[in-house]
């Protein structure tokens, strides 16, 4: 009896093992956590903006600064820059007048009915855009230069954790996009703001959303005047 009961005992452990060693390589073979690490979104005082609608907080309940400076007040801050506006030209040789880019233009595309926008239907604007998804699990304008294809501007999504992946994004909606611009762009910086405005003007057009600069305050002919002025 003793030797039968060693014996289921042996063999106890045995399936234990086993069962060890099969869990172990069954959590090695599952998709490992995708990275959601999206770029920062900032308004003109340098402070994180989380939310593409004031009364939309993102999930971590944090809502946009309301102390956010003008678009004319980061231009005209930018144009005094060291100069101080009185000089004729700065170390640079620029002429007093000459805008100096801000380090990354934000705009924000919004939903106007509280339901959002359907998954489906910015996954078909974004296509129309002609935006690739990429990098950071958002999508890109995609360009060639001299050193390869890289990426001009960014559109994520409205609210954290920024991220548009389409598997996900076609069972969901959401409040609205997020579009970022780093300055100095891989390209001509005129042509980068034209065409980062002419696109999210398209995508507010195809989604019927409401286009807003990074106060989250409508776009009007002034505030388009003064972004298309950062290109002149």
């Known amino acids: ?36 690490t999206v770029p920062v979104l900032r308004n003109a005082d340098g402070e994180e903006v989380s939310s593409v609608l004031d009364d ?17 007040d980061v231009m005209m801050s930018n144009v005094a820059g060291k100069t101080g ?11 007093k007048n000459a805008v100096v880019l801000p380090p990354q233009l934000v705009l924000f595309i919004a939903a106007e009915a509280g339901d959002g926008f359907a998954g489906d239907e910015v996954l078909k604007a974004l296509d129309n855009a002609g935006l690739a998804f990429g990098e950071m699990g ?26 548009l992946v389409p598997e996900e994004l076609v069972e969901q909606s959401t409040p609205g996009l997020s579009m970022i611009l780093n300055l100095p762009s891989p390209i001509n910086d005129n042509d ?8 999210a003007e398209r995508l507010t057009a195809d989604l ?9 305050q409508p776009v009007t002919p002034e505030v388009r005047a003064d972004l298309l002025a950062l290109a002149a």
Do not use: C
Request: net charge positive; proline share 6%; glycine share 8%.
């Open 85 to 95: 506006g009185t000089s004729t030209s700065g170390a640079s040789g620029q002429p």
């Open 1 to 36: 009896m003793e030797l039968v009961s060693l014996i289921i005992m042996v063999l106890g452990l045995v399936a234990l093992v086993a069962i060890y060693v099969i869990s172990r390589v069954s959590r090695r073979n599952l998709p490992q956590k995708r990275d959601e």
């Open 138 to 163: 958002i999508f890109h304008r995609v360009i060639l230069t001299e050193q390869g294809e890289t990426n001009l501007f960014g559109v994520a999504n409205g609210v954290k954790p920024w991220t």
């Open 56 to 72: 939309v907080p993102a999930k971590d309940g944090k809502r946009p600064s309301p102390n956010a400076r003008e678009m004319s």
């Open 208 to 216: 019927s959303g409401v286009l807003k600069n990074h106060e989250q």
């Open 192 to 199: 980068a703001i034209h065409d980062f405005l002419r696109t």
